[in-house]
């Protein structure tokens, strides 16, 4: 929605995506109405407790679509301002408060910005950013000022970084610095830190996107809010690395990186003329890694600027030793005797070693089977029935849960149903798995 007005203020033609834009728009609206709380706040997924930051989103986006005329309940988004307004005056975390603040901004001021104004020499660069702009438009220069001067202070090379949040799995680096942009250029638009960042977040992408939906969402509307800002034109690095269309390659900035993992090589051929979005992976097999420390060499050119990011991959499997969760499979019938049509409770009963927060379940069921629509039982957040397996979201684990759904058999066969797993949904080590079985429909 941001996206296509700022493309319509740089007078690109967005004639198809303009045609579809209220259609997708109505759905968000849609499913934000059906996703609402009793009382007036929203959460995670469709059956959670109310979340402050899930209802700052919700508000924040209702509110945005009003400002750009589309037609929002007013009586709902006023429930949810409502209500985000109280979770302000409970809110312990200064990052949640300090966005919760923003998201009311488009409508009026939140009470708690002397709180955010009190602590600013404890804020995150995340909620300097945030805290800027709802104090900003609350008509409080000078302590907008103030968050802005802090902000500029607390740069790392061309990004922003938010150590300490709450939702440990989450790295909001690309947001973090895609809103300090946003603050930078509505409140000090000539702040020397804006190109550098809008340069950085546009290396950061890979194939097109982010690394979420969510840092994709925010990157594009700050990277295009600045755009609008200097008048359709990009930083002068930006406009200095892309190569016009056509223009031959300069073979002397073809360069080579060496890169190496104990010894073994690995070399990558570079085009300094385009690094815009460039990302390069070195990849080496599990064999060149070793117990204990391992070493990695780097050779690059002279005066090149690299960020390295280190991913070790696994096969899934977890040592027995180390599962945070068990996991139990029972069934109300033996599953090697079904027939065709034939439906069969299956009890999930997860035992977490440990509290753990939003665990995604997953039961297979035989490939000649299907989940039964609707019959998914239990204290869940979510329950997804698919025809390969039963998806069951849960909030919180904190002792044993037993959730029921039924399986409902489709064709005669000889099936195998792949093992049961439980684990964070954004942390797949912190986990567990059951066991492999097998089914038998007959005619």
């Not at 190109?195 to 509307?221: C, F, I, N, Y």
């Not at 600045?226 to 690395?241: C, K, M, N, P, Q």
């Amino acid at each position: 929605m941001l996206t296509a007005d700022a493309l319509r203020r740089l007078n690109i033609p967005t004639d198809s995506f303009s045609a579809e834009l209220p259609a997708m728009v109505r759905a968000g609206l849609e499913r934000l109405d059906q996703l609402q709380r009793e009382d007036g706040g929203w959460g995670w997924f469709d059956n959670d407790a109310e979340d402050p930051f899930m209802t700052a989103c919700a508000v924040l986006g209702l509110s945005q679509a009003k400002q750009q005329g589309f037609p929002v309940d007013d009586v709902r988004l006023r429930r949810g301002a409502t209500r985000l307004r109280e979770m302000a005056k409970a809110e312990s975390d200064l990052n949640r408060l300090a966005f919760e603040c923003y998201a009311l901004s488009g409508l009026e001021p939140c009470s708690e910005l002397d709180r955010l104004v009190a602590a600013k020499e404890k804020l995150t660069p995340y909620a300097l950013a945030t805290g800027a702009l709802a104090l900003y438009r609350a008509a409080r220069p000078t302590d907008a000022g103030a968050f802005v001067k802090a902000l500029t202070a607390a740069a790392r090379e061309g990004h922003w970084v938010t150590d300490s949040w709450y939702y440990k799995w989450e790295d909001v680096t690309i947001e973090t610095t895609a809103l300090a942009v946003l603050a930078l250029v509505e409140i000090d638009p000539k702040n020397p830190r804006i190109e550098p960042a809008v340069t950085w977040m546009l290396a950061q992408q890979a194939d097109g996107r982010w690394k979420s939906t969510k840092d994709t969402a925010v990157a594009v509307h700050a990277i295009l809010t600045h755009t609008v800002a200097t008048g359709g034109e990009l930083d002068s690095l930006a406009r200095a690395v892309a190569r016009a269309p056509g223009e031959e390659k300069r073979p002397e900035l073809l360069k080579k990186v060496v890169v190496r993992v104990n010894g073994e090589v690995r070399e990558i051929l570079i085009d300094f003329n385009n690094l815009m979005g460039s990302r390069f992976q070195a990849h080496f097999p599990g064999s060149a890694l070793k117990q204990g420390t391992n070493e990695v060499e780097i050779e690059c050119p002279d005066q090149t600027e690299i960020e390295i990011e280190c991913l070790v991959r696994s096969d899934g499997r977890r040592r027995s030793g180390a599962a945070k969760v068990a996991i139990d499979i029972k069934t109300d019938r033996a599953m090697e005797s079904l027939h065709v049509g034939d439906e069969v409770e299956v009890t999930v009963t997860v035992t977490p070693v440990e509290s753990l927060d939003y665990v995604l379940i997953s039961s297979p069921v035989p490939a000649g089977c299907e989940v039964v629509r609707g019959s998914g039982v239990g204290d869940f957040a979510r329950f997804e029935g698919r025809y390969e397996e039963a998806f069951i979201y849960v909030r919180a684990l904190k002792e044993p849960m037993t959730f029921k759904y039924k399986v409902r058999s489709l064709f005669a066969g000889r099936f195998k149903i792949r093992e049961a797993s439980a684990a964070v949904m954004y942390d797949e080590t912190q986990g567990g798995r059951g066991r492999a079985s097998q089914a038998v429909v007959r005619p």
